[in-house]
């Protein structure tokens, strides 16, 4: 399954980002995956969370994050949750691929019994439908 948090810089994203990591890390029998570009959330999760910073592993663009939670399953199948912080932060920003990951990882995450949550900077209303049916 996949989730979408969306909304425009300053709509409280992060923090609701937050609060469905703790609820995972509370409720997960498998290991929780968070992947930011940069460090800013490290003091502010539990031990508990795999925090992986994207620009440590030069991740730059949709298909490089696709092959990076590929990676990160064909590595550990424990993995029940997989977060992604900023989205366009981590791919650069075209929304074209953005869309495009986000569908990829509604399958991936389907085929492999996984929970993705995914932050996206972006005004709702201008996706399209297919990725809306995830908010």
Not at 16 to 35: E, N, P
Not at 61 to 89: C, E, R
């Amino acid at each position: 399954m996949i989730h979408l948090i969306m909304g425009l810089k300053g709509s409280g994203k992060t923090k609701k980002l937050l609060a469905s990591i703790s609820d995972a890390v509370a409720t997960s029998k498998g290991s929780v995956v968070c992947i930011e570009y940069g460090a800013d959330l490290t003091y502010g999760l539990s031990h508990k969370v795999r925090l992986v910073n994207s620009k440590e592993y030069g991740i730059s663009n949709a298909d490089m994050l696709k092959g990076f939670v590929s990676g990160l399953h064909a590595g550990n199948y424990d993995i029940t949750h997989v977060y992604v912080d900023n989205l366009y932060k981590t791919i650069g920003n075209d929304k074209a691929a953005g869309e495009d990951f986000i569908l990829w990882a509604a399958d991936f995450a389907k085929a492999n019994d996984m929970e993705i949550t995914i932050s996206v900077s972006q005004d709702p209303a201008e996706v399209s439908d297919a990725v809306k049916a995830f908010l």
